[in-house]
């Protein structure tokens, strides 16, 4: 990783511009067979990056057959253990020579800091990659123990599930295209990806790797296109066995009800509205560099986010003073600007979406502390923005805003856990939850009673390994990240032989 010059920004701006509208099938680059595209902007600017081709069911279709060729015939079929870890690690060394391009890349797409992305994104996708590419060979059956005079014996095998659908949204879409298809491609799957029509560019950067890489032809397909029409065909694919989803939970509804259709197996990812409690005994100073540091991530665009404050009364004005504090030093700036903090918003349309709830909350009463404003620059940027005096019944506290706004709600009895359990978990949402304290009782209380597939202690860390990832109640099905999310790319077998 090294410096990135203004020099390298402007060199893969022109290659973008340059790139020729294509989709990832069987190994070769086409056009959609429609002929059609779309443009694809820079957040950070509003301006045109690229144009993709606009693939649609007719080239899933096509993109389908070449998986299952792929998964039931040829080298991948009968790959052994250590040539599909090979070309999985290849792949991770791949990517880490090309780390500066895609980090570049990711910035324009996405907007989001190129340092965030070389220090977040890409370290974290590439070792998902490789903690994937080593469970290879190590995911095995079970046999039971048989009295020798027994007239049969069982045992089990995992089978790779056949060809995955994934489909990603544009928040982190590297991260989400690599880890889905990193599994997919340890259990022994063939893909075809649909990326966010908002940030494509990374996947396309992607399927380039794969190329280079040398998978055979089939096993990685890349499909650029509009959620309606090439991910509503993945959905409906009659040959595909999974599909796995990230995005929002409307459309992961819309996904559970037609993957019915051939019983296709889900895996969703969906939204959160995750709660930050912080006890009065917290360090205040590190609660609030973490959950300001979190609500800048991605711009709030960051799902597992932390965004429903529920703060002890004692603390309550220190520790919205020092957030406030914070957020009034972030200087918002193009994700490519060196320095930049914190990037734009996805889109215009996004961006209208986050003033209205602030709008909103603020008619429905709450004080707007800090932010609030869209800032007078080209691209879709806004203020970190934090709302007191907010009540539960709010929209703004109640709906997943994807954006830097923060809400803010108070407790009064720091030994009633039932209590601020209740208020956590008072969410159609369970996918994150945050506590900060220095009491034992508290936080191990805490963690077991919130309805949340991630618990962060006093922010936790960064880990080196995946985390299983993933939600209760409307933030999901099932998990992503180490074993467990690589059991859900598999199907189980029981076979039985008699003597
Ligand atoms: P989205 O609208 O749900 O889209 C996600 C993906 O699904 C996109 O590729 C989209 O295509 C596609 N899609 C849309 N309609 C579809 C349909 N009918 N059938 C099949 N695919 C369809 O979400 P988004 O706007 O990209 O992302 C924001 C949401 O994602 C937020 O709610 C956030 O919480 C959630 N998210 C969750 C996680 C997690 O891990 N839990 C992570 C990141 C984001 P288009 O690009 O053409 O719309
Ligand atoms: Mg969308």
Known sequence: ?????????????????????????????????????????????????????????????????????????????????QTRAALLHKLADVIMANQDELAII????????IAQIQHVDIPMSVNNLRSNAGWIGKVAGDVPTTPIDAEFMTYTMRQPVGVVGAITPWNAPFLMVLNKMGTALAAGCTVVVKPAELAPLSALRLAKFIDEVGFPPGVVNIVTGFGADAGQA???????????????????????????????????????????????DADLDAAAAGIARELCFKTGQFCAAGTRLLVHNDVHDALVDKIVAIFNNIKPAPGTASGSQMGPIISEGQLQRVLSYIADGQQAGATLAC????????????????????????????????????????????????????????????????????????AHGLARRIDAGLITINGGGASDAPRPFGGFKQSGIGREGGLDGLLAYTETKSVQVGF
């Open 1 to 81: 990783m090294s410096a990135i010059t203004e020099t390298q920004i402007q060199q893969v701006q022109q290659a973008l511009d340059a790139q020729a509208p294509m989709v990832y099938i069987n190994g070769e680059w086409v056009p959609a067979i429609s002929g059609e595209t779309f443009k694809v902007l820079n957040p950070s600017t509003g301006e045109h990056l690229a144009t993709v081709a606009k693939g649609n069911a007719e080239d899933i279709d096509r993109a389908v057959q070449a998986a299952r060729a792929a998964f039931e015939e040829g080298p991948w079929a009968s790959m052994n253990f």
């Open 106 to 113: 990711e910035s324009l797409d996405g907007g989001n800091p």
């Open 234 to 280: 993945i959905v409906d694919h009659p040959d595909i066995n999974k599909v796995s989803f990230t995005g929002s939970t409307r459309v992961g509804r819309s996904i559970l009800e037609g993957a019915s259709g051939n019983m296709k197996r889900v895996t969703l990812e969906l939204g959160g509205k995750s709660p930050i409690i912080v006890m009065p």
């Open 371 to 442: 932010g609030g404003e869209r800032i007078d620059v080209p691209g879709y940027f806004v203020q970190p923005t934090v709302l007191t005096n907010v009540t539960a019944d709010m929209a703004v506290h109640k709906d997943e805003i994807f954006g830097p706004v923060l809400t803010v709600l108070r407790f009064d009895d720091a030994n009633d856990l039932k209590a601020i359990a209740a208020t956590a978990n008072d969410t159609e949402y369970g996918l994150a939850a945050k506590i900060w304290t220095r009491n034992l009782r508290a």
